[in-house]
């Protein structure tokens, strides 16, 4: 079955950091290109990062260029989120899904985890 | 870059169609043909339902269709039943960005 279980998530403080987890199984994931989608309460979607099959390309929303860093590692099957200098407004639902490319550029997200919250409040 | 523009709500009787319309600009939208569209059961993560305007991922029914014109895409639902009653949001290439997601429109089945 394929699956994503993200993990990390939790309540912390304005400035602080945060480091997500994303385990997954049931396909090859270093065929394909990896990404973090969030949901503040009650919101739309927003795009947060991506990043291709071997790391080479990645890219960040405007919102959170130069706080946030994504990785992968491609052994364990594993994508994580650093989230450094936490705002308020970055408290949502984050979900790792994956890419229907190898590329992070030009695709879907086909498949979703359940999500793990961060709430970033004093 | 903004969120592209769906409508809040729209509905239908079981068997009817339903459209939803997605509004974007010619830097998104317009100016690729990588709009996908997503929905999503309240408490549970969204699922793809349409890729590159018109796929169809495995599994997910004929019933949905979606199409470009544009600046704008649209989702059909047609034949209308019970378990389609859900958010659904489109997204888009958009270059630099270079993902946007739509507003989101709520899907009630009368």
């Known amino acids: 079955e394929v699956q994503l279980v993200e993990s990390g998530g939790g309540l912390v403080q304005p400035g602080r950091s945060l480091r997500l987890s994303c385990a997954a199984s049931?396909?090859?994931?270093?065929?394909?290109?990896m990404h973090w989608v969030r949901q503040a309460p009650g919101k739309g979607l927003e795009w947060v990062s991506g990043?291709?099959?071997?790391?080479?390309?990645?890219g960040y929303a405007d919102s959170v260029k130069g706080r946030f860093t994504i990785s992968r590692d491609n052994a364990k099957n594993s994508l994580y989120l650093q989230m450094n200098s936490l705002r308020a407004e970055d408290t949502a639902l984050y979900y790792c899904?994956?890419?229907?490319?190898?590329?992070?550029?030009?695709?879907?997200?086909?498949?979703w985890g359940q999500g793990t919250m961060v709430t970033v409040s004093s | 870059q903004s969120a592209l523009t769906q409508p809040p709500s729209a509905s239908g009787s079981p068997g009817q169609s339903v459209t939803i319309s997605c509004t974007g600009t010619?830097?998104?939208?317009?100016?690729?043909?990588?709009v996908s569209w997503y929905q999503q059961h309240p408490g549970k993560a969204p699922k793809l339902m349409i890729y590159?305007?018109?796929k169809r991922p495995s599994g997910v029914p004929d019933r949905f269709s979606g199409s470009k014109s544009g600046n704008t895409a649209s989702l059909t639902v047609s034949g209308l039943q019970a378990e389609d009653e859900a958010d659904y949001y489109c997204?888009?290439?958009?270059?630099?960005?270079?993902?946007?997601f739509g507003t989101g429109t709520k899907v009630t089945v009368l």
């Open positions: 990043i291709s099959w071997n790391s080479g390309s990645i």
């Open positions: 899904a994956k890419g229907n490319s190898g590329s992070y550029l030009f695709g879907a997200f086909d498949i």
């Open positions: 590159e305007v018109s």
């Open positions: 010619s830097s998104d939208v317009g100016g690729y043909n990588y």
């Open positions: 997204s888009s290439y958009a270059g630099s960005t270079p993902y946007v």
């Open positions: 049931g396909f090859t994931f270093d065929d394909y290109a």
